[in-house]
């Protein structure tokens, strides 16, 4: 079936580093991504989303890439810090009422 | 007000309890979801909620009845649940189903099935 899924589980940086979370998706028909940061007992918060008819949107510290050929996706966070700590989803729009997850990644910052 | 305001932000229930998760928001959205997450595993969706009309139920099993009583309320019923129920269930809201995009979820809401 069509999913959204990341290459690495676990990324672990220092403190400045510059940060890229990847995710590759599989359903062609998707036009909305969004990127989300999830820290230990809370909701899943808003970062940055894109539309397919772009491949690169910038906001604070953040920049997300879209590459259409290859289905993928990624995330980048510059000068990283400890409050960046989370488990980061990817997320796709694929046109079905449907917001679907991907497996998430793990960033740890350390000092 | 942007937010979705989930309570309780904890529960323990037994298996023959009834209990009920609400979910608030003012934003006039006009889509609102249920999701259960389990630890370390992404939020997989439940149901999805279209102007006050059940859209999807993504194969939920019936001891989980949703309830949308008006625009801004989204109500989860839980009955006899088993302890494999356990997660964290997350409200969601858009402007509507349509309109890809202003997806706001809220804090959750932590239940553990004793």
């Known amino acids: 079936g069509e999913s959204v899924g990341l290459h690495l589980p676990t990324l672990s940086v220092q403190e400045g580093d510059n940060s890229i979370i990847n995710c590759a998706y599989s359903?062609?028909?998707?036009?909305?991504f969004i990127w989300y940061k999830q820290e230990s007992g809370k909701g899943p918060q808003f970062i940055i989303d894109i539309r397919s008819n772009m491949d690169k949107r910038q906001g604070q510290r953040v920049t997300v890439l879209l590459n259409k050929t290859v289905k993928h996706l990624s995330l980048q966070i510059a000068a990283t810090q400890p409050g960046d700590s989370a488990v980061y989803f990817c997320a796709e729009n694929t046109g079905f009422q449907k917001l679907v997850f991907g497996t998430g990644t793990r960033l740890l910052v350390s000092p | 007000d942007t937010e979705v305001t989930q309570t309780p932000k904890h529960l323990v229930m037994g298996m023959t309890n009834k209990k009920s998760l609400k979910c608030e928001q003012h934003?006039?959205?006009?889509?609102m979801y249920w999701y259960k997450q389990k630890a370390k595993k992404p939020p997989e969706l439940m149901f999805v909620y279209s102007y006050e009309k059940l859209s999807i139920n993504e194969s939920v099993p019936s001891r989980f009845s949703p309830e949308c009583p008006n625009s801004s309320l989204l109500n989860l019923h839980l009955h006899a649940l088993q302890p494999e129920d356990s997660a964290l269930y997350l409200c969601?809201?858009?402007?509507?189903?349509?309109?890809?995009?202003?997806?706001?979820f809220g804090s959750g809401t932590r239940l553990t099935v004793v």
């Open positions: 969601a809201s858009s402007q509507n189903v349509a309109a890809n995009y202003g997806y706001t």
């Open positions: 359903n062609s028909a998707s036009d909305y």
């Open positions: 934003m006039g959205h006009r889509a």
